[in-house]
């Protein structure tokens, strides 16, 4: 469960054509990253697979089912924001078990699910704090756990690190490939970062003005890059 295939995907806002056509196959339980310079398309691509914009033209299929018009809850697919987009006034148990409690799940359920997120995320001590008595980690941290207490099939990360600063964007680069290593969900993370991509991905797709010049391994991107555009934001030699 969790392949999403994009399929002759094109996207414009009013006369201006962001996506002039993508086409990607991503395999479930594989960690990609969309990189490229700021402006490119990403957030807007990943935007149309969560279901947040509606394509100009193209498909999306996730497990083969097509959902390119379905609405973004059917898709199984939690997104991760740059902004952690925390509810200020609520606890971090709250924040957490949002989500469920839209669904309408038990108190029961609530509270189980809620144990095992915060304990795998190490949140247990925080439970009852507000998002302001916490660090930028610990909120990175209770975003990952409202959107993994669902159990989606993927996740959809846009740029969740930027707002960090150098040491703690390391350390939680690490914690959401844990997170992909113990879940073995599949993952689409954004960003305009080389070294994040090429240090976190399975399979990169380098996107420049809409499109996806190559879709590869970090060392087949570095090896073979397709063009100079790839070369040079990849730093390889060619
Ligand atoms: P990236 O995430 O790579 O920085 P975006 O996908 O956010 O790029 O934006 C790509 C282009 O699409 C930009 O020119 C941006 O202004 C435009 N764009 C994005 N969202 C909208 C929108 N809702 N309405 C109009 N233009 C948009
Ligand atoms: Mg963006």
Same mark, same amino acid.
């Not at 094109?10 to 991503?26: R, T």
């Given at each position: 469960m969790g392949s999403i295939?994009?399929?002759?995907? %094109?996207?414009?806002?009013?006369?201006?054509?962001?996506?002039?056509?993508?086409?990607?196959?991503?395999?479930?339980?594989?960690?990609v990253?969309?990189?490229?310079?700021?402006?490119?398309? %990403?957030?807007?691509?990943?935007?149309?697979?969560?279901?947040?914009?509606?394509?100009?033209?193209?498909r999306i299929l996730i497990d083969g089912q097509d959902v390119t018009h379905?609405?973004?809850?059917?898709?199984?697919?939690?997104?991760?924001f740059q902004s952690y987009a925390l509810y200020p006034h609520m606890t971090v148990q709250q924040n957490i078990a949002f989500p469920l409690?839209?669904?309408?799940?038990?108190?029961?359920?609530?509270k189980t699910?809620?144990?095992e997120v915060? %304990?795998?995320?190490?949140?247990?001590?925080?439970?009852?704090?507000?998002?302001?008595?916490?660090?930028g980690g610990q909120r990175q941290r209770v975003a990952i756990g409202r959107a993994i207490i669902r159990q989606p099939t993927g996740f959809l990360f846009d740029e969740p690190l930027s707002n960090l600063d150098a040491a703690l964007r390391v350390s939680?680069? %690490?914690?959401?490939?844990?997170?992909?290593?113990?879940?073995?969900?599949t993952m689409i993370y954004v960003t305009h970062d080389q070294v994040e991509a090429m240090t976190m991905a399975d399979r990169i797709a380098v996107m420049n003005a809409g499109r996806v010049e190559q879709f590869d391994t970090p060392l087949e991107l570095y090896r073979n890059p397709a063009n100079l555009f790839v070369a040079g934001f990849i730093g390889s030699p060619k």
């Open positions: 295939k994009i399929e002759g995907l %094109k996207k414009s806002f009013g006369n201006q054509v962001v996506i002039p056509g993508a086409d990607l196959e991503i395999e479930n339980g594989e960690f990253v969309f990189v490229g310079p700021s402006g490119c398309g %990403k957030s807007t691509l990943l935007r149309v697979v969560a279901g947040l914009e509606e394509p100009t033209a193209g379905a609405a973004p809850a059917r898709r199984k697919l939690a997104m991760v409690k839209m669904a309408g799940a038990s108190a029961d359920l609530i699910r809620v144990h915060a %304990k795998s995320l190490d949140l247990l001590p925080y439970l009852e704090r507000r998002p302001r008595a916490l660090s939680m680069r %690490k914690e959401i490939l844990d997170l992909h290593g113990r879940l073995r969900s």
